[in-house]
């Protein structure tokens, strides 16, 4: 009897034992499917056609994306994760190279197959230039523009006749202009005609916002 008692009591342990880890293992079984499908969710794949529905277009070699790089709003965050520009892959500038194509700062037309791989190149050599001007200097911070999927020639028709210091001047004009300090600075032009006359502003040779002139005199 006595030998049977214990053995009775062992059974039942071992069945509340194990009816104790059954409820274990199946609330783990809940919550691991729960964040298999959280995970699932917040990183769905956006493959080429996907992607082209959306407006955006991805380079060649490059077959799906996460649909979280759409947001525009996270650029800086997918700047900051490529880590070292100058040598990192194609894949490592996607996520970044898609949030531009969805921002506002973007101001190309809509890319194509045929161009979309040259816009991808210019983008690339726009990051790595930004990392570069922030790791050597920390007086201000440089960022994404409208320019960084143009060309030379798309920057140079944007900026248009605009005069800018080269390296190590301080200003400099051209053939027609020059530049008296007393009108801001050394990189404001005057026409000929008002080189003598540094304190002209207004006219028709130099446009002033409408409140800031009184019957088209110069204030």
């Known amino acids: 009897y006595f030998l049977l008692a ?14 104790y880890l059954s409820k274990v293992m199946a609330k783990f079984l809940v919550y691991f499917l729960l964040a298999i499908v959280v995970v699932a969710a917040s990183s769905k794949v956006l493959s080429r056609k996907d992607a082209r529905a959306l407006g955006i277009v991805l380079p060649k070699g490059q077959k799906k994306v996460g649909s979280y790089c759409s947001e525009p709003k996270n650029i800086d965050l997918f700047i900051s994760r490529i880590k070292n520009p100058e040598e ?3 894949s490592a ?3 970044a190279f898609v949030a531009f194509q969805k921002s ?5 037309k809509p890319y194509t197959k045929k161009n979309v791989n040259e816009r991808f190149d ?11 001007i922030n790791d050597e ?8 523009t409208l320019f960084c999927d143009m060309s030379e020639e798309e920057k140079d028709a944007r900026t248009g006749d605009l005069i800018f210091p080269e390296e190590g001047q301080e200003g400099r004009g051209n053939d027609d202009y020059e530049t008296p300090d007393r009108i801001g600075g050394d990189d404001i032009a005057l026409p000929p005609e008002h080189r003598d006359k540094p304190d002209y502003i207004g006219g028709d040779d130099m446009a002033l916002p409408p409140d800031s002139v ?5 204030e």
């Open 88 to 90: 990192a892959k194609d």
């Open 137 to 144: 200097q920390n007086s201000w911070t440089a960022g994404i």
């Open 93 to 95: 500038f996607l996520c």
């Open 122 to 132: 210019y983008f690339k050599e726009c990051i790595k230039s930004i990392r570069r």
């Open 214 to 218: 009184d019957d088209n005199e110069p």
């Open 6 to 19: 214990i053995v009775s009591f062992k059974l039942s342990y071992y069945n509340e034992y194990k009816s």
């Open 104 to 108: 506002e700062k973007k101001e190309t």
